[in-house]
C-alpha cells in the first residue's frame, strides 16, 4: 500500500472515529480519533496493515490530556500518529495491553505519571514510582505540587 492508500482506508474503515488529520510531512501523519475508537483503531493498525507499535506518549496540555500512539509502516516509511484527547478530570480509554503486548510498560508508565486509567490493562501493577507515592498524585501534570516536605527533588532544566 502506499500513503495515499493507507489514509484512504483508514478513512474508509474509521471515517466517524476520525476528528482531524494533519499530514506533517510525507513520512509522518498525525490522526486525531475519538478516545473509544483506540479500541478498533490501534489494532487495524497493527494487524491489519502490519505496522510496527514504536511508543506512546503522554502529555497535560490545556485541553485535556493526550495520547500520542506512534506507529511505523516501515515498507513505506511512513510513522502514524494516533492522537487522543481525553477529560483531565477523568483521564480513561481501553488499554491496547491485551492486542499489542509492547503497549503494557507504557501505558503503566503513563497511569502512575499521569493518571489515566487504561481500562482493561493485563497488569496494572506500580512501574516507576516507590510504593510510598501517594494515590491520585501524578508528577507529569501541570497542577503537581511536591507532597513530601522532605524530599529534595529538582524539576526541569
Known amino acids: 500500500m502506499t500513503r495515499e492508500q493507507v489514509l484512504r482506508d483508514l478513512g474508509n474503515r474509521f471515517g466517524d472515529d476520525i476528528l482531524d488529520i494533519f499530514v506533517k510531512s ?11 475508537a483506540i479500541a478498533w483503531v490501534g ?3 497493527f494487524r491489519e496493515l502490519g505496522a510496527r507499535f514504536n511508543i506512546a506518549t503522554g502529555t497535560d496540555t490545556p485541553d485535556g490530556i493526550e495520547i ?5 509502516l516501515e515498507d513505506i516509511n511512513l ?3 494516533i492522537r ?3 477529560n483531565r478530570d477523568n483521564p480513561v480509554i481501553t488499554s491496547l495491553g491485551k492486542e499489542i503486548e ?5 501505558e503503566r508508565e503513563m497511569k502512575e505519571l499521569l493518571g489515566i486509567t487504561f481500562e ?3 497488569d496494572p501493577r506500580r512501574l516507576l514510582l516507590p510504593d510510598n507515592w501517594p ?3 501524578y508528577p507529569l501534570r501541570q497542577d503537581y505540587s511536591e507532597w513530601d516536605e522532605t524530599a529534595i527533588r529538582t524539576r526541569g532544566v
Open 102 to 106: 509492547a503497549v503494557n510498560w507504557i
Open 84 to 86: 487522543v484527547l481525553l
Open 79 to 81: 510513522m502514524l500518529n
Open 120 to 122: 482493561g490493562h493485563p
Open 26 to 36: 510525507p513520512k509522518r501523519v498525525f490522526i486525531k480519533i475519538k478516545p473509544r
Open 43 to 45: 489494532p487495524y493498525i
Open 135 to 137: 494515590d491520585g498524585v
Open 68 to 72: 500520542l500512539y506512534h506507529f511505523t
